[in-house]
């Protein structure tokens, strides 16, 4: 257990871009006034299985993630380009969230997308949350006028591998409202 939150922690703080000090997570203060907006996840069958929620901080967004009765194991998750969740393969939500025009993946030395979120591990009793800070994004950018999505994939994300990490199928799907 204490291993895996130590990956999972240099994994968000890779993700923040060297924002750790002393193995702490730099988040963010939370910006007085400051919008969020919240993605209800569900299955392709439309089963509720969570939420990941985006929320303005000091110097980016702030993205968490709660599922449940999801499959166990490591799954890829992604900010998706268009609030669109069509079932069963939400493959209308488009491809990662990539205003930078980077590549994909925090181990992939031309990336990250601002999409890409670190894997989100399931266990055995379905359940599973995952946080990180995506250093200068907006709210603004993540709500423009397509909107954005949130994708929970089949299969682990390798980090690195363009344009989508080899994480598989898209398995749950939300679309981000302002709350």
């Keep these: 257990m204490i291993r895996l939150m130590a990956t999972a922690g240099v994994a968000t703080c890779a993700l923040a871009l060297g924002a750790c000090d002393e193995g702490k997570l730099e988040t963010g203060a939370p ?5 969020s907006a919240v993605a209800m996840m569900r299955t392709a069958a439309g089963a ?3 939420r990941a929620t985006a929320t303005e901080v ?5 993205i968490t993630v709660d599922v449940k009765d999801m499959p166990a194991g490591t799954h890829g998750a992604h ?5 669109r969740c069509d079932a069963p393969g939400f493959e209308t939500a488009g491809g990662h969230w990539n205003p930078t025009s980077m590549k994909h993946g925090t181990m992939n030395p031309q990336g990250p997308h601002q999409g890409d979120i670190p894997n989100l591990i399931i266990d055995s009793g379905g359940r ?10 907006t709210m603004t950018g993540l709500l423009d006028t397509d909107g ?3 994708i929970v994939h089949a299969g682990p994300d390798d980090l690195k591998t363009d344009p989508s990490g080899n994480s598989g199928g898209r398995v749950a799907c939300g679309v981000f409202q302002p709350s």
């Design 31 to 35: 910006v007085a006034g400051g919008a």
């Design 48 to 50: 509720d299985v969570g």
């Design 58 to 62: 000091s110097g980016g967004l702030r």
């Design 79 to 83: 900010i998706h380009t268009t609030g």
């Design 128 to 137: 599973g949350t995952v946080a990180a800070t995506i250093p200068n994004a």
């Design 148 to 150: 954005a999505a949130f």
